[in-house]
């Protein structure tokens, strides 16, 4: 029986047919998607994202962002000031006024900045934008796929995964993007402004001239050619009203799986409800499968998702680690009418803090392909069978470690309650 319940319909997603949704892995399939669709653009195109490289492929995109803006299309940038710090001098470089609108999201000055409550909340988004009528929203960063920031070049691109979306739930993207872009813009620009408005001989003037910086004006709709009816829905996580709507929407998909729940994520700590549903949906004959990352990036992340390999595997999850290449894709299924692809892993930081974005699509044909690559996927993968962190106290000690960490930090974001 479908479980239904208030605490799920609370900010449920908004599902709307008449959508085209595309399945595009790595950076290898989305940036040339992007870069047709930026070179067509003829009125606006916003971009969010939490790292913006200085590669060659992050290169090529701005190249395609200030040539848009250049042909008089309104191009709006805004990077995560964490994600893209080492980077910004040379964004800036390549992105200048008037061809690209970029922004910072929380910038970030020295590293014990950080500690402030309201830096922990990251833009952790992944959005491109074009004219309201194409929108990609994925884990994928501007940075090309071999490259890892903390280990250097690979030989084999990163697991990662987008979607281009065409229909109203690209609307819908762009309007969460350029709030985005304006929260920064406001952040970052308004205080400076505001206070040499006093030192001014003519502060209307200046006023007016902050107002159009800041200025978000919708463009005029769109006519919309006919599309194929794929119901879907845009769903982001933000610190206002939609705190947890995205790990609502993941809850409330496993709770009414019958046949299988496939989920993919490189940073896997949930919370106590996320794990009943989980243990529910394994307890109901549902085969869950999760795929966690076996090439270790961050090596706490790590330690967070093995010091519950045992629980998991107690109730009949099975686990694979992905082996071939680091793994950074957050994508899920359930049964064979349930998908999503977005920015969130299953973790505090994703479902609690930072800023992100998924598209949930319920179309056969699209679960089908997604299933088609996590299966390449597990095939790829080593299966756990005996968990790392052994047997006796030890394990017990280290997921508690991992607790109290993980009860520290989000004090330390101001986040009460139980995770």
Same mark, same amino acid.
């Given at each position: 029986?479908?479980?239904?319940? &208030? ?13 085209? %949704? ?33 590669d ?31 980077t ?46 194409? #929108? ?36 819908s ?20 402004? %505001? ?60 709770l ?20 009943? &549903? ?15 990352? #076996? ?25 694979y680690?992905?082996?071939? &290449?680091?793994?950074?894709?957050? %994508? ?12 969130s892993?299953?973790?505090? =930081?994703s479902?609690? =803090?930072n ?36 047997i #006796? ?8 470690? %991992?607790?109290?960490?993980?009860n ?5 974001? #101001? ?5």
């Amino acid at each position: 029986m479908p479980v239904a319940s &208030a605490w799920a319909r609370r900010n449920a997603p908004e599902f709307l047919g008449g959508n085209q %949704v595309r399945l595009l892995q790595g950076g290898d399939e989305l940036f040339p998607a992007m870069h047709a669709a930026i070179a067509q653009a003829r009125r606006e195109v916003i971009l969010a994202t939490y790292i913006f490289h200085d590669d060659d492929a992050s290169r090529a995109m701005a190249d395609a962002l200030c040539a848009a803006g250049r042909r008089g299309v309104r191009v709006c940038v805004v990077v995560d000031g964490f994600g893209s710090k080492a980077t910004l001098a040379r964004l800036r470089q390549w992105m200048p006024q008037p061809e690209v609108e970029l922004v910072v999201f929380r910038p970030v000055g020295t590293w014990w900045s950080l500690l402030q409550p309201g830096q922990l909340r990251r833009l952790h988004q992944k959005l491109c934008t074009v004219d309201r009528e194409i #929108g990609f929203v994925g884990g994928i960063n501007m940075i090309d796929d071999r490259i890892d920031l903390r280990h250097g070049l690979s030989d084999a691109p990163r697991l990662d995964f987008a979607v281009e979306v065409r229909g109203p739930i690209a609307a819908s993207a762009a309007q969460s993007a350029r709030a985005v872009w304006t929260r920064a813009a406001m952040g970052a620009d308004w205080k400076e402004e %505001v206070m040499s408005l006093a030192k001014s001989a003519q502060p209307m003037a200046r006023m007016r001239r902050v107002m159009q910086r800041l200025r978000m004006v919708a463009p005029p709709p769109v006519q919309m050619q006919p599309l194929q009816p794929v119901v879907a829905a845009f769903v982001v996580r933000d610190n206002v009203r939609q705190r947890r709507s995205i790990e609502r929407a993941y809850i409330e998909a496993v709770l009414r799986a019958r046949e299988r729940v496939d989920l993919v994520t490189p940073y896997f700590y949930p919370g106590r409800m996320f794990r009943r &549903a989980l243990f529910r949906a394994a307890q109901r004959g549902a085969r869950v499968r999760l795929l966690l990352q #076996g090439k270790i990036d961050y090596r706490f992340a790590a330690l967070a998702a093995q010091v519950q390999y045992d629980e998991l595997r107690r109730h009949g999850i099975q686990i694979y680690e992905y082996t071939p &290449a680091f793994l950074h894709a957050k %994508v899920a299924l359930v049964d064979n009418e349930w998908a999503t692809v977005g920015s969130s892993n299953i973790d505090p =930081l994703s479902l609690l =803090l930072n800023l992100e974005a998924n598209v949930i699509v319920q179309d056969a044909q699209f679960a089908r392909e997604l299933s088609q690559r996590f299966d390449a996927a597990i095939a790829a993968s080593r299966e756990v069978i005996e968990a790392a962190s052994g047997i #006796g106290l030890r394990p017990v000690m280290l997921r508690g470690f %991992v607790a109290w960490c993980a009860n520290w930090f989000l004090r330390m974001a #101001g986040i009460t309650g139980r995770y």
